[in-house]
């Protein structure tokens, strides 16, 4: 369909306003530099915390930053099972053992209780990622006495209280895919309240001219990355205030048609997706899909379901994965084309 209203859908510079891009680069400098360094800085200050690292993406930086936290052959970290195949890289790259935990009854998030029951002694850290912007409540992770680390890949500017996702964590990361809620095309940034450990992340990263080796990686991003990104992070607020309202529109037409909410409305929520429970996602999908309206599943397929004999061991990302169905919201979204998706929606 020729109109059809896609799932994500970037907000990019135009005509103009790429100039207003181009205009910070240093002429003949492309690799990381001075912009990098400003962008590494008002992004990390949109996680709370000091500073950080840009990297090549979300999945590298959460790599970088466990093994910064000492996770590598013989050690374990705990993963949400509802939640991208990204976790499961980092961790298996780091030589450690991804744990699965299943998300939380009737929900989506990593789930406290069920965490709690898989530490072991062998555990380096638990990953706490705030799924479709909604801030995961952080004390019961901090309290397991292990590093935690928060993902912030679709939360950057969701709250908790006061603070900012990744604010609480002993590290954080966030991804700038061109899906997320600021892109650089690729990228992401490392980052962690202790200034130690993005020096850390860092030592790894910055391989040439060293006196000793041991092996690093070459993944930083570049300038002009790094100048789209710092005109990304000028337009957030924005942004965010417009995911605001599109949400409330939302929730608006399901109560009108009288149909529960059907996600937390923290007040520090993002909205990065909007998810609607139905009683086969499947079939809704399809039939959105007839309608012109690209929803999707928010994760393409629970972890487990990469490994045979953990068939049904994870009830409730089972539940999540049948039942869960993302509706198209972003900036650059219309009125017209919202009023179409609820439409859509309703008519299921």
Known sequence: MSDAIPHSRPTLPVG????????????GWIADGPCVAAFEAAAAEWLGCPGGVAVASGSVALQLVLSALGAGPGREVLIPAYCCAALLNAVALTGAVPVLVDAEP???????????????????????????????????????GVPV???????????EGSEF????????????????????????????????LPAGVRDRVEYDNREEWEPRLSCRISELQAAHGLWQLERLPAWLVRRRALATFYDECLRGAGRPIPHRQAAGAIFYRYVVR????????????????????????????YFPDL??????????????????????LTEGEATRVMTAFLAL
């Open 106 to 144: 009737g929900g989506f998030q990593i789930c406290p209780t069920d965490t709690s029951r898989r530490i072991t002694p062998r555990t380096a850290a638990v990953v706490v990622a705030h799924l479709f912007g909604e801030p995961v409540p952080m004390q019961p992770f901090l309290d397991l």
């Open 149 to 159: 680390v928060e993902d912030c890949a679709q939360s950057l500017g969701a709250r």
């Open 278 to 305: 139905v009683p086969d996602a499947d079939r809704a999908l399809q039939e959105l899909a007839a309608r012109g309206i690209g929803a999707r599943r928010p994760v393409f397929r629970p972890l487990h379901r």
């Open 311 to 332: 068939a049904g061991a994870y009830p409730h990302a089972d539940a999540a994965d049948r039942e869960i169905v993302s509706l198209p919201l972003y900036p650059g």
């Open 16 to 27: 103009p306003e790429w100039e207003q891009v181009t205009s910070r680069l240093v002429p």
């Open 165 to 196: 996702t990744g604010a609480r964590g002993h590290a954080a990361i966030t991804s700038f895919y061109a899906t997320k809620v600021i892109t650089t095309g690729h990228g992401g940034l490392a980052t962690g309240r202790d200034p130690e």
